[in-house]
Nanobody
Framework: QVQLVQSGGGLMQPGGSLRLSCATS????????IGWFRQVPGKPREGISC????????YYADSVKGRATISRDSAKHTVYLTLKSLKPEDTADYSC??????????????????????????WGQGAQVVVSS
């Protein structure tokens, strides 16, 4: 049974940094593309970053480009999303998702603004992030 276990989140200061973790429990993280999403109540879910299975150049949405870094620690079966220079508009529920063998097509879909419902094999439990002073 594969599970995505998220950690991180909470109350953050504007201008600060955030690191979210997404661990693949029961599976090798390297065989999955991992995408990060966020959603504000009443608004569509937004895909913000993606890393392909097997590595390669990461993908970022324009809304976080230059502020976000996605990385993978294969030994810990974990993918991290670091977001710096936090803004109040970064407040959202953040979730990770995994696609077995996912490559450029899946990751492109993650960060494409017009993608409404992307298919994923697994989803993390979500984590609330509030950016406020």
């Amino acid at each position: 049974q594969v599970q995505l276990v998220q950690s991180g989140g909470g109350l953050m200061q504007p201008g600060g940094s955030l690191r979210l973790s997404c661990a693949t429990s029961g599976a090798d993280v390297d065989v999955y593309a991992i995408g990060w999403f966020r959603q504000v109540p009443g608004k569509p879910r937004e895909g913000i970053s993606c890393i392909m299975s097997g590595g390669g150049s990461p993908y970022y949405a324009d809304s976080v480009k230059g502020r976000a870094t996605i990385s993978r620690d294969s030994a810990k079966h974990t993918v991290y999303l670091t977001l710096k220079s936090l803004k109040p508009e970064d407040t959202a529920d953040y979730s990770c998702a995994a696609d077995l063998g996912g490559g450029p097509r899946w990751c492109s879909g993650v960060v494409e603004p017009t993608t409404l419902n992307i298919r994923a094999d697994y989803w993390g439990q979500g984590a609330q992030v509030v950016v406020s002073s």
